[in-house]
């Protein structure tokens, strides 16, 4: 236990800014089954901030504002099979920015943009 952070918090966490988080948030679920932890709406239902874990990492999303506008990102995931998260973005309304391909290294990885412009590598060791 640290008490510096919350108990199952890693020490860092990725924190996406973008134009539409409750759509990024569905987006995570549908892909990653990503569980929802927290999110503190403010009075007109923005998420001024929440929080979803993958697995074992926590990512912290934010609506934009105009002092804190949407930024291009890109976030590194490991999964299970690279090959059926690849799918099941395009399912959920992402463009391929990669299809899957072993190349130099022991991962197979490939790449999505969300509907919110995140990009998405996703990547399996396969040895």
Do not use: C, N
């Not at 912290?60 to 099979?81: F, G, K, N, Q, R």
């Not at 990669?98 to 060791?125: H, L, M, N, S, Y």
Request: glycine letters at 8%; aromatic letters at 8%.
């Amino acid at each position: 236990m640290h008490s510096y952070k919350l108990d199952g918090y890693t020490a860092v966490s990725p924190y996406l800014i973008v134009d539409d988080a409750r759509r990024t948030i569905a987006f995570l679920r549908d892909v990653f089954d990503a569980v929802s932890l927290r999110e503190f709406p403010d009075a007109s239902g923005r998420l001024m901030h929440s929080e979803v874990r993958i697995d074992d990492s926590v990512v912290m999303i934010a609506d934009s504002a105009p002092e804190w506008p949407a930024v291009p990102t890109h976030v590194h995931v490991y999964v299970l099979d690279v090959d059926l998260t690849y799918v099941r973005a395009l399912q959920a309304g992402a463009s391929s920015v990669q299809i899957p391909t072993k190349k130099g290294d022991e991962d197979k990885r490939g790449g999505v943009r969300d509907p919110g412009g995140t990009t998405w590598w996703i990547a399996t060791r396969v040895g």
